[in-house]
């Protein structure tokens, strides 16, 4: 939901950056999707393996549907592949199985930010749907107790995209550390498995980003509504 006035162009660095992320993620990713590992393995193969390797058999590895959409799921504790990256032994597949399978490391050793990632998610997504429509009840009606409520909910959804941050660099880097130690790249591929996954890195540094802004000029508007 947007409002438009003057201090949307608040957003706009956010928003440019978000872009210039999306963009770098699905070139890097279709470059190093034409690449391929020596080790011959598939995305689902080194994810089994991972696994395998750290105690955690129980933990399917399952397709899922669309591009880009892998993903661990905590909950059920199973790991999800998208088609391409499940069945592809390209560097770009195998370093976000890596990745996800990080996930699954972090949740079996009680990674301290997932566990508080995980806590905050419903706040967060209960409060970015109503953080909206209750800033502008407040915003209208000049009731700043409804705009403050608004940016507070705004301010938790901001929490969640930061403390997203350092599960999704340590996911990385434990990817990176996985696919040296298993022996599923050499050490001249570990630079393109890497480029994969610093791109995608970067969409969650600009999700943070707009986050920060959404915040940033929900106070601006506040204050001149104040005053
Ligand atoms: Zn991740």
């Known amino acids: 939901m947007f409002f438009f006035d003057p201090s ?27 690449e391929f590992a020596s080790s011959n393995l598939t995305g689902a193969q080194v994810a089994r393996s991972i696994l395998d390797a750290h105690n955690l058999a129980e933990v ?22 998208s088609q391409t990256v499940y069945q592809s032994s390209s560097l770009a597949a195998i370093g976000v199985a890596a990745h996800e ?8 050793h009680n990674y301290a930010p ?6 905050l998610f419903p706040v967060a997504n209960f409060g970015s749907q109503l953080a909206f ?6 915003f209208f009606f000049q ?5 403050l409520i608004g940016i507070w909910f705004f301010i938790a959804a901001l929490a969640f995209q930061i403390v997203t941050l350092p599960v999704e660099f340590n996911a990385s880097n434990r990817a990176l550390r996985l696919l040296t130690d298993g022996g599923f790249v050499t050490r001249s591929e ?13 969409t969650y540094v600009a999700a943070a980003a707009m986050a920060a802004s959404q915040v940033l000029r929900l106070l601006v508007l506040r204050n ?4």
Not at 114 to 119: A, E, F, P, Q, T
Not at 143 to 147: A, Q, S, V
């Open 190 to 202: 570990l630079p393109k498995a890497k480029a994969v996954l610093n791109a995608a890195a970067l």
């Open 133 to 138: 429509p209750l800033f502008f009840i407040g």
């Open 60 to 81: 399917p590895v399952d397709l899922v549907k669309g591009n880009l959409t892998d993903h661990y799921d905590p909950r059920s504790r199973v790991l999800r592949l």
């Open 224 to 227: 001149a509504r104040r005053s």
């Open 8 to 34: 949307y162009v608040l957003l706009i660095p956010a928003l440019l950056f978000a872009m210039y992320a999306q963009q770098k993620v699905s070139s890097t990713f279709r470059r190093y999707l034409k």
């Open 101 to 108: 399978a990080g996930h699954a490391l972090q949740h079996a």
């Open 114 to 119: 997932l566990g508080i990632r995980n806590n």
């Open 143 to 147: 009731t700043d107790l409804f705009m």
